[in-house]
T-cell receptor
Framework: DAKTTQPPSMDCAEGRAANLPCNHS???????VYWYRQIHSQGPQYIIH?????ETNEMASLIITEDRKSSTLILPHATLRDTAVYYC????????????????WGLGTSLAVNP | KAGVTQTPRYLIKTRGQQVTLSCSPI?????VSWYQQTPGQGLQFLFE???????NKGNFPGRFSGRQFSNSRSEMNVSTLELGDSALYLC????????????FGPGTRLLVL
């Protein structure tokens, strides 16, 4: 089973911030939180990842709670092109990272950005 | 830098046939992983290759196999195709170093009739 839970769907108005939550209550201390998105029928696209500090890049911001049991991906100004399925996964980095491959990705959150 | 490429993009086969899919990773990446994605399912891990060796394997039957070449290109093969093998097959590459961020190709959509 996936180690994360996400709402199945969300709506957001174009130009507004989209806040996508993810619960990972069983996360281990050495596991990172990764976010990907998948636009219909394309391969998943890497967005951002973090361990315990908040992270920001040109695409999004990642807010991780202090207990690391949940996180929120923030798209600050959503556009129609941000309509996609967003996946939150946890994985170990480092020499044993290959074991993560066996983790099943959940169904993610289907984000619809409306004009 | 060119991204991950997969060929072919679309494929139609019939039950009982076999199929070979190809993946070229990002230049310099040594790890290639394969995933199956079916409608309503999350990505399911098939196997990972690193430096021509299978490093990890998911819970798929032996009909699913793969290999990696010295230039890191990888192929996966499915023999004796079943209707349930219809799916989007995704390849992801990573450097195999500490960051382990995977970059995905566009996928090959396989339809088994």
């Amino acid at each position: 089973d996936a180690k994360t839970t996400q709402p199945p769907s969300m709506d957001c108005a174009e130009g507004r911030a989209a806040n996508l939550p993810c619960n990972h209550s069983t996360i281990s201390g050495n596991e990172y939180v990764y976010w990907y998105r998948q636009i219909h029928s394309q391969g998943p696209q890497y967005i951002i990842h973090g361990l315990k500090n908040n992270e920001t890049n040109e695409m999004a911001s990642l807010i991780i709670t202090e207990d690391r049991k949940s996180s929120t991906l923030i798209l600050p100004h959503a556009t129609l092109r941000d309509t996609a399925v967003y996946y939150c996964i946890v994985r170990v980095a480092g020499p044993n990272a290959g074991n993560n491959r066996k983790l099943i990705w959940g169904l993610g959150t289907s984000l619809a950005v409306n004009p | 830098k060119a991204g991950v490429t997969q060929t072919p993009r679309y494929l139609i086969k019939t039950r009982g046939q076999q199929v070979t899919l190809s993946c070229s990773p990002i230049s310099g990446h040594r790890s290639v992983s394969w995933y199956q994605q079916t409608p309503g399912q999350g990505l399911q891990f098939l196997f990972e290759y690193f430096s021509e060796t299978q490093r990890n394997k998911g819970n798929f039957p032996g009909r699913f196999s793969g290999r990696q070449f010295s230039n890191s290109r990888s192929e996966m093969n499915v023999s004796t195709l079943e209707l349930g093998d219809s799916a989007l097959y995704l390849c992801a590459s990573s450097s195999g170093t500490l960051k382990e961020t995977q970059y995905f190709g566009p996928g090959t959509r396989l339809l088994v009739l």
